[in-house]
């Protein structure tokens, strides 16, 4: 599976590059996060209107994260998403035991604080759907979607 | 063939807008406007109608004395409507949704370009050969 590992050292060289070609005023997160979460949310949209282009029409909330739960991220992460949860009131807990960008980090604590960094795009861009807002949390790998 | 093709942006308004010249634009404008109140309530009522009707093409959103309108949501929520002749009786459901598929195609490629922006107007020339192959050539 060559284009794999390919495109993962591409994804993370784009991440190294714009942290590192931050000026130095920009290094605590702000602008290089957000740069890295455009990125991604503008590639996600494209890939979205791809994958929708075809399936048949949403009809609520729930069939919105089935889908992103089951042929999203099996499109993009090549598997399912492992867990997930509600609280019935707009809030769905999305869990992936094994996110496929971040396995090269070591899985101990010591890159821990990287993490984050290497899964902003990507994930950011299915928030395509009106009112969606995500947050990601490395370690347990939580997302949360509303 | 149609007479006016319309791409209406989730937050409604036009991204595209394209009539036939000869006549007068700004009713087209009015009557795509006025379908959006249309479409809107189709989208709504589906969950209470039958369950299986979840297509997105949404099929005749209401004929006028000269026209006829159509309409399709992509999941994205973006809207396309056709507006097409009444004299022309000779078309079918099936052309129409085959208009349909060929803008959401068109449409698609047109949000992968990385130098669109969405939410733009569209301009790529693609995309306007798309719908000039289906409008009414005018002479």
Redesign the interface.
């Known amino acids: 599976m060559a284009d794999e590992a390919l495109f993962q050292f591409l994804h993370n060289e784009v991440i190294q590059y714009v942290y590192k070609s931050a000026e130095n005023g920009e290094m605590e997160n702000g602008r290089c996060v957000s740069k890295l979460e455009h990125l991604g949310f503008?590639v996600g949209?494209?890939l979205?209107?791809?994958f929708?282009?075809d399936?048949?029409?949403?009809?609520?909330e729930l069939d919105v994260m089935k889908f992103i739960c089951k042929d999203y991220w099996t499109s993009v992460f090549k598997k399912q998403i492992d867990n997930l949860r509600t609280n019935h009131q707009g809030i769905y807990v999305l869990q992936d035991n094994k996110f496929r960008l971040l396995t090269q980090l070591s899985s101990g604590k010591q890159y821990l604080e990287h993490a984050p960094k290497y899964s902003c795009p990507v994930v950011f861009g299915v928030r395509?759907?009106?009112g969606a807002r995500g947050t990601l949390q490395p370690g347990c790998e939580e997302h949360r979607h509303r | 063939m149609a007479v006016c093709v319309a791409v209406i942006a989730?937050e409604n308004y036009p991204l595209y807008i394209r009539s036939v010249p000869t006549q007068n634009e700004l009713k087209f404008h009015y009557t795509v406007h006025t379908s959006l109140d249309v479409v809107e309530e189709k989208v709504s009522a589906?969950?209470k109608a039958l369950a299986d009707q979840?297509?997105?093409y949404l099929g005749l959103l209401y004929p006028t004395e000269d026209y006829k309108v159509y309409g399709y949501?992509?999941?994205?929520?973006v809207k396309f409507v056709i507006v097409v002749d009444s004299s022309n009786t000779s078309l079918r459901d099936n052309e129409i949704r085959s208009m349909f598929r060929k803008l959401?195609?068109s449409?698609?490629d047109v949000?992968?370009n990385?130098f669109y922006n969405?939410g733009d107007a569209i301009q790529s020339r693609a995309f306007d050969s798309v719908v000039s192959g289906m409008m009414v050539q005018a002479c």
């Open positions: 503008r949209q494209g979205i209107e791809r929708t282009k399936t048949s029409r949403f009809k609520d395509l759907w009106p | 989730k589906v969950g979840r297509e997105l949501v992509t999941n994205s929520k959401h195609n449409f698609t949000m992968c990385p969405p």
